[in-house]
């Protein structure tokens, strides 16, 4: 092992996270892929997963989710080369493509959330350019769209500079009885409450950094774990994931990561956090922390996150910004880099 190796092992071994990063293992199956922690918790990992078609070069890859078929669904800001505009790129289980749509939300793509709706699914968009939630089908057929939260007291009156206050949605998050909550991360760092036909209901949060205030509310879910689901929010500026009521009472705090990003939950209750300083985390039922997964936040990932594929590390991650788990347990992660980037981390 190197001095570098060890500093590393040891640093982990020191926070109690003994999950080291080995590189270069050979699988079951002779591959030299990058390998990902360790027991239950460990990864083969797949870079620039997805076979992109010629005619699409992504932008920041920002959402992504899996249906009950399998299919991958990738949201990213489309690069200004692209020659096709499409920000929905879908692949089946595979990476081979399935389909593409979603020319409107170029530029714009971000949060991106999944439901079944009786026999259906939807997709829930949001888009930080326009300043719009879009529910639509798995085809990208438009059902309804939220805009500017014109009801919600903050946003009625003018700010101190007679503007009205900064709306830029990036994430949302439905309760098991449909009500929606959005995050208004790149806005004003307040959450909005709708029930499952858009109406409005209640605005909480506000920008702070005491209880029950956020500073960039980046992502968000309802958790279902408890016997009573709750919400959690990435509270991402002020380094911590806080915890509230689903009627926007705060509950409490969880430490542990840098920059929260978002969440989902697997059956075993496990939970994946894209972190954006580098690294993804991993959680169980109770919120303690398993493992930092690709951790390379002593790295200079913000200019590393500006170039091109070749710079990127084997079994690192850059900026990841949105990760979600399959129905088999593997994660895929999507980082917010200028040329995208899509990681698939298959069980081991």
Same mark, same amino acid.
């Given at each position: 092992?190197? %001095? *570098? %190796?060890?500093?590393?092992?040891?640093?982990?071994?020191?926070?109690?996270?003994?999950?080291?990063?080995?590189?270069?293992?050979?699988?079951?199956?002779?591959?030299?892929?990058?390998?990902?922690?360790?027991?239950? @918790?460990t990864?083969?990992? #797949?870079?620039?997963?997805?076979e992109?078609?010629?005619?699409?070069?992504?932008?920041?890859?920002?959402? =992504?989710?899996?249906?009950?078929?399998? @299919?991958?669904?990738?949201?990213?800001?489309?690069?200004?080369?692209?020659?096709?505009?499409?920000?929905?790129?879908?692949?089946?289980?595979?990476?081979?493509?399935?389909?593409?749509?979603? %020319?409107?939300?170029?530029?714009?793509?971000?949060?991106?959330?999944?439901?079944?709706?009786?026999?259906?699914?939807?997709?829930? /968009?949001?888009?930080?350019?326009?300043?719009? =939630?879009?529910? #639509?089908?798995?085809?990208?057929?438009?059902?309804?769209?939220?805009?500017?939260?014109?009801e &919600? %007291?903050?946003?009625?009156?003018?700010?101190?500079d007679?503007?009205?206050?900064?709306?830029?949605p990036?994430?949302?998050?439905?309760?098991?009885?449909?009500?929606?909550?959005?995050?208004?991360?790149?806005?004003?760092?307040?959450?909005?409450?709708?029930?499952?036909?858009?109406?409005?209901i209640?605005?909480?949060?506000?920008?702070?950094?005491?209880?029950?205030?956020?500073?960039?509310?980046?992502?968000?879910?309802?958790?279902?774990? $408890?016997?009573?689901?709750? /919400?959690?929010?990435?509270?991402?500026?002020?380094?911590?994931?806080?915890?509230?009521?689903?009627?926007?009472?705060?509950?409490? +705090?969880?430490?542990?990561?840098?920059? $929260?990003? @978002?969440?989902?939950?697997?059956?075993?209750?496990?939970?994946?956090?894209?972190?954006? +300083?580098?690294?993804?985390?991993?959680?169980d039922?109770?919120?303690?922390?398993?493992?930092?997964?690709?951790?390379?936040? @002593?790295? *200079?990932?913000?200019?590393?996150?500006?170039?091109?594929?070749?710079?990127?590390?084997?079994?690192?991650?850059?900026?990841?910004?949105?990760?979600? +788990?399959?129905? &088999?347990?593997?994660?895929?992660?999507?980082?917010?880099?200028?040329?995208?980037?899509?990681? +698939?981390?298959?069980?081991?």
């Amino acid at each position: 092992m190197s %001095s *570098d %190796s060890r500093r590393s092992f040891l640093a982990r071994f020191s926070t109690g996270l003994a999950a080291p990063l080995i590189l270069g293992a050979t699988n079951k199956s002779g591959s030299s892929k990058p390998i990902l922690g360790e027991g239950e @918790h460990t990864y083969e990992v #797949t870079h620039d997963w997805g076979e992109l078609p010629a005619d699409i070069k992504y932008g920041n890859t920002h959402g =992504v989710c899996v249906d009950s078929r399998s @299919h991958v669904y990738i949201h990213h800001t489309v690069y200004e080369t692209s020659e096709k505009p499409d920000s929905m790129v879908v692949f089946d289980h595979r990476g081979k493509l399935v389909k593409s749509w979603g %020319s409107e939300f170029r530029g714009g793509a971000h949060g991106l959330h999944i439901r079944q709706e009786g026999r259906e699914e939807f997709l829930y /968009l949001c888009d930080i350019k326009r300043g719009l =939630v879009v529910k #639509t089908t798995l085809s990208g057929q438009e059902v309804f769209t939220l805009g500017y939260p014109q009801e &919600a %007291s903050p946003y009625a009156q003018p700010g101190a500079d007679g503007k009205p206050l900064k709306y830029s949605p990036t994430n949302l998050a439905i309760a098991p009885h449909g009500d929606i909550y959005v995050g208004d991360g790149y806005g004003s760092s307040y959450i909005n409450q709708y029930d499952r036909d858009g109406k409005y209901i209640r605005t909480f949060g506000g920008p702070g950094k005491g209880t029950g205030q956020l500073l960039c509310p980046h992502g968000i879910i309802v958790d279902t774990r $408890p016997a009573q689901p709750i /919400l959690v929010v990435a509270d991402r500026t002020n380094k911590r994931i806080q915890r509230f009521t689903l009627g926007g009472e705060h509950i409490d +705090f969880l430490y542990g990561t840098n920059a $929260p990003c @978002h969440f989902n939950i697997y059956k075993n209750g496990d939970m994946v956090v894209p972190d954006l +300083f580098a690294r993804v985390t991993l959680m169980d039922g109770n919120n303690r922390i398993l493992t930092n997964l690709g951790d390379d936040s @002593h790295s *200079d990932y913000m200019a590393t996150r500006k170039l091109t594929r070749d710079h990127f590390k084997p079994g690192k991650f850059v900026c990841p910004h949105g990760a979600c +788990f399959d129905h &088999a347990g593997n994660i895929y992660v999507v980082e917010w880099v200028e040329v995208g980037r899509v990681s +698939f981390l298959r069980k081991v």
